[in-house]
């Protein structure tokens, strides 16, 4: 199962074509080799291992990301 996660872009680097990602108050770069488009600051882009695999609108994005902090709240509760 491949779990990709919505990102949302915070920076470019056209040197090194990657972007800063920022995911649920974490920062991370990307690489944009997968990428076949362009990709712009404040888009938001699903992430995989590492690589930007496509772009998602921001209100999927929004509702995807709301998703999974209801997923990890439930799982801290289970765990308390």
Same mark, same amino acid.
């Given at each position: ?29 990307? @690489? !944009?080799? +997968? ?7 404040? /888009? ?19 509702? @995807? !990301?709301? +998703? ?7 799982? /801290?509760?289970?765990?308390?």
């Amino acid at each position: 199962m491949c779990l990709a996660i919505p990102s949302k872009v915070i920076a470019i680097n056209k040197e090194h074509n990657t972007a800063t990602l920022e995911t649920m108050g974490v920062q991370r770069e990307a @690489s !944009l080799d +997968l990428m076949q488009e362009e990709v712009f600051v404040g /888009e938001y882009v699903l992430l995989h291992i590492g690589y930007i695999m496509s772009k998602i609108d921001e209100k999927s994005a929004l509702m @995807s !990301l709301e +998703l999974y902090e209801q997923i990890i709240a439930s799982m /801290e509760e289970e765990n308390a």
